[in-house]
Nanobody, 114 residues
């Protein structure tokens, strides 16, 4: 099954910034809307942000104004720039295309703590 590979997670102080990356195949990248989801312990996996092939973006209310999603067609990579991070942003972050068949990958751990 098609999977995307996330990277860039780590430990960040509250108010700090971190950028996540998601690599994809050229076919997936050029065909489908790409999304970021996250899952915190004891919680359902929740939507974070999405970007369409044409560049239209959408954000969850919880990250609006702090996170920025983008896609770079030259290297088939999607990014999530996270600014002014809060402890409640702590979660495993996943990227996934809206193709109806891709499986969830391993994700990348983001921890916000002082």
């Amino acid at each position: 099954q098609v999977q995307l590979v996330e990277s860039g997670g780590g430990l960040v102080q509250p108010g700090g910034s971190l950028r996540l990356s998601c690599s994809a195949s050229a076919n997936i990248f050029s065909t489908y809307t790409l999304t970021w989801y996250r899952r915190a312990p004891g919680s359902q996996r929740e939507f974070v942000a999405s970007v369409t092939v044409g560049g239209s973006v959408n954000y969850a209310d919880s990250v609006m104004g702090r996170f920025t999603i983008s896609r770079h067609n030259a290297n088939n990579t999607m990014y999530l720039q996270m600014n002014n991070m809060k402890p409640e942003d702590t979660a495993v972050y996943y990227c996934k295309p809206l193709d109806g068949t891709s499986a969830w990958g391993q994700g990348t751990q983001v921890t916000v703590s002082s």
